[in-house]
T-cell receptor, first 108, second 111 residues
Framework: GENVEQHPSTLSVQEGDSAVIKCTYSDSASNYFPWYKQELGKRPQLIIDIRSNVGEKKDQRIAVTLNKTAKHFSLHITETQPEDSAVYFCARGNKLVFGAGTILRVKS | DAGITQSPRHKVTETGTPVTLRCHQTENHRYMYWYRQDPGHGLRLIHYSYGVKDTDKGEVSDGYSVSRSKTEDFLLTLESATSSQTSVYFC??????????FGQGTRLTVV
């Protein structure tokens, strides 16, 4: 009940296109859902997070949606740029259990 | 760097030896975490702490123990290192309504 399933494991998009990464979880008590970006050789850094009392949150080109009934949440990146290329991780809860990550490649 | 420091940054050790990694914070955050990161496995939680002397196991806790005797320090110990514990280890800190901040990581090689 603690795992977070993250899909896809790799994603290639053309510059300017949108990218969507989805995570599912089973622990209905989770109420905090952050997304982290990790560039090669660096530490993970938060890009956006959402709490269970909100269904969607946006920050410029990045948005996160949460469906508590279906127990999934998604990261949306619009107008992708080469510098968006990185590994993205979702996580859930105070225990901060992470998904396995998605390698995003933005082709210019 | 959000007031979090890991030491050492790199370590090579022999199989069977004990190893302790240290995570130090100056933010007075309640939660502290230890993860290991391996290719294809993302960030896997080893142990976490929700206060002084309050710790709990994560998904890959076998072979690891932790200690949190004061707010600022969270120690991860490999009692008898094995080659399967070769990995990059990240510490993270968080408070109840803040994001988690990660340390720079410790690259551990067990030979």
């Amino acid at each position: 009940g603690e795992n977070v399933e993250q899909h896809p494991s790799t994603l290639s998009v053309q510059e300017g296109d949108s990218a969507v990464i989805k995570c599912t979880y089973s622990d209905s008590a989770s109420n905090y859902f952050p997304w982290y970006k990790q560039e090669l050789g660096k530490r993970p850094q938060l890009i956006i997070d959402i709490r269970s009392n909100v269904g969607e949150k946006k920050d410029q080109r990045i948005a996160v949606t949460l469906n508590k009934t279906a127990k999934h949440f998604s990261l949306h990146i619009t107008e992708t740029q080469p510098e968006d290329s990185a590994v993205y991780f979702c996580a859930r809860g105070n225990k901060l259990v992470f998904g396995a990550g998605t390698i995003l490649r933005v082709k210019s | 760097d959000a007031g979090i420091t890991q030491s050492p940054r790199h370590k090579v050790t022999e199989t069977g030896t004990p190893v302790t990694l240290r995570c130090h914070q100056t933010e007075n955050h309640r939660y502290m975490y230890w993860y290991r990161q391996d290719p294809g496995h993302g960030l896997r939680l080893i142990h976490y702490s929700y206060g002084v002397k309050d710790t709990d196991k994560g998904e890959v806790s076998d072979g690891y123990s932790v200690s949190r005797s004061k707010t600022e320090d969270f120690l991860l110990t490999l009692e008898s290192a094995t080659s399967s514990q070769t990995s990059v280890y990240f510490c993270a800190i968080r408070d109840s309504f803040t994001e988690a901040f990660f340390g720079q990581g410790t690259r551990l090689t067990v030979v």
